[in-house]
């Protein structure tokens, strides 16, 4: 039997779980801070442990990577190095969702050195989005083409029946993780000019995309695309784009809650007041017995009738609702009141929107090419989100117990022998894509 330790219990960790608890041979051993969410996932199946663990427990978490032959991590991103390097001590192979690190891609020697992989950016974005754009570029370069342009989004939205607030967006996912990147700066190639912009211009630059037969988005940049243009090996592309989803008005709406100063994670200092309506007040330096309302649109230039501020308002940012002894800073407060007002029910449907657009030259023709994935979230059952991050990780890992993937070092999803088998299976399971290419004459 292989032994199996999982790190973390969250949103999108149950998929997971069940996957490799129905292979055979896997013993599987699921850790959370909180121990009633492991034992919920593990479901009392015969092959599964939960078990409680303080990640900051260093002596207890060494000892489970010692007696696993795989580990997963779905903790936050910043203890990954620290549970890659425990790996690499103990020959444990590693496999995490989340972006590779310049701590985690330094480890590369080690973990070749030790003979394990550390594969990361095996969920859905980044995940999915790696595999299926690789496909295509392969088969581009294959047939004797070169990639001009590329651009690549991904969304995870409530479905647009379940699109009932005022924000057009349910948490599916860790509240913090989405605010946190609010605040990324952006990077992207576009037309052989290379745009880039601070965080706090993030949501000024976005535009209006269709997606067919989906509906039409905000289409904002994700992070910094350049490296992509190596990671995919496509030196020759003069566009070079990846972007986020969001429903309608959610960038203007977010850009005045950076503005505002909701997204800092500095603790709020000279401060005295109790309710969310007394933070907003100290945050434009307003009185809180003033009209914070109508301050705060004064503050932000906006028109006091204006969408923006009716979501803030929404939101509860005027509010008397107390704030919690617990939180700090404002971005804490902040994903207090977004968890209770916004996280999607159990019974109520998410949405994946993946979306590829690729313009390839060839020496006869032009093709233009899409590929578009949409996932609906089971009502009363998973996630379309928990399920897209999930599987991917879940199937890879079953890769490198089987010996199917033999590599060694620091990698992500980008090569014919792990995409291609992960694709299948996920096709397999209807979780695909829908592509399209028209053709131009040179």
Known sequence: MKNILVLGAGMVSKPLVQYLLNQQDYNVKMVSRTLSKAEKN????KNGIA???DVEDKAKLETLVTEADLVVSLLPYIFHVEVARLCIK????????????DEMRRLDQDAKDAGVILLNEIGLDPGIDHMSAMRIIDDIHERGGKVVSFKSTTGALPAHEANTNPFGYKFSWSPRGVLLASRNP??????????SFPGEQLFE??????????????????????????????????????GTFRMVGWCET????VDLGWLSEKAVENFSGQTYRDLSAHLINAKSNSNVVEATAKHLGLKLYSTAIKRLEWLGLFSQQPLSDKCKSPLD???????????????????????HEFTADFPEKVE???STMLQYGIPGGDTSIARTVAYPAAIAVKMILNGEINLTGVHVPVIPEIYNPVLDELAAMEIGFEEHCTEVAK
């Open 51 to 53: 078990e409680a663990l």
């Open 333 to 355: 407060f902040l994903n207090q009141l977004t968890m209770q007002k916004m996280t999607i029910g159990s019974h109520e449907k998410d949405m994946i929107v993946m979306h």
């Open 205 to 242: 630059n976005y535009f209006l995309q269709d997606v067919p037969n989906v509906g039409t988005f905000e289409n904002y940049p994700n992070r910094n695309s350049l490296p992509y243009q190596d990671i995919y090996g496509i030196g020759e592309a003069q566009t070079v784009y990846r």
């Open 186 to 195: 952006s990077k992207w190639l576009e037309d052989g000019k290379i745009l």
């Open 42 to 45: 593990i479901g009392g199946h």
């Open 90 to 101: 103990h020959k444990k192979h590693l496999v995490t969702t989340s972006y590779v690190s």
């Open 254 to 257: 977010l850009k005045m809650i």
């Open 368 to 370: 233009s090419i899409t």
